[in-house]
T-cell receptor
């Protein structure tokens, strides 16, 4: 079973920041937080991952709370092409698999 | 450098038949993972192949089997198809068995009638 809880859906205006929350209250010390997204009818796409520290790459920023029980994915300037289902995943460092939940359906509106 | 490709794109089978789905991994990747995604659900891990050996399996019956070839491409075989096997089947390639990044293909849509 997925170890994360995410809102079912969210809306965001084009050009604004999209902040997607994720709760993972049972996360353990060696588990990473990953974010993937799936645009309609395509395979999931890796976005970013983190363990303890905040992370930023060309796609997004990941903010992990100090107790690591929750995190937020930030898309700084959302575009219509960011409309997708966003999955927050917690995975053990030595595990071979990703356990997906139902994710958050983000709709970016013009 | 080519990405992950899957074939066929769509497939229709009848209950009881067998099906083979194919995946070509990204250049340089030695690991392939397969996932099943039912409508409205997140992908579920089926199994992983690393250097031609199965390395980890999810909660799927033995009629789901796989192969990985020396060029690291892979097949997913499903025997005795059931209606609930209708889903999008995704493969993901990576370098190593516990990578931080898996690269997914576009999937094969299987419909079982």
């Amino acid at each position: 079973d997925a170890k994360t809880t995410q809102p079912t859906s969210m809306d965001c205006a084009e050009g604004r920041a999209a902040n997607l929350p994720c709760n993972h209250s049972t996360i353990s010390g060696n588990e990473y937080v990953y974010w993937y997204r799936q645009i309609h009818s395509q395979g999931p796409q890796y976005i970013i991952h983190g363990l303890k520290n905040n992370e930023t790459n060309e796609m997004a920023s990941l903010i992990i709370t100090e107790d690591r029980k929750s995190s937020t994915l930030i898309l700084p300037h959302a575009t219509l092409r960011d409309t997708a289902v966003y999955y927050c995943i917690v995975r053990e460092g030595g595990s071979e698999k990703l356990v997906f939940g139902k994710g958050t359906k983000l709709t970016v509106n013009p | 450098e080519t990405g992950v490709t899957q074939s066929p794109t769509h497939l229709i089978k009848t209950r009881g038949q067998q099906v083979t789905l194919r995946c070509s991994s990204q250049s340089g990747h030695n690991t392939v993972s397969w996932y099943q995604q039912a409508l409205g659900q997140g992908p579920q891990f089926i199994f992983q192949y690393y250097r031609e050996e199965e390395n980890g399996r999810g909660n799927f019956p033995p009629r789901f089997s796989g192969l990985q070839f020396p060029n690291y491409s892979s097949e997913l075989n499903v025997n005795a198809l059931e209606l609930d096997d209708s889903a999008l089947y995704l493969c993901a390639s990576s370098l190593g068995v516990t990578p931080h990044t898996q690269y997914f293909g576009p999937g094969t849509r299987l419909t079982v009638l």
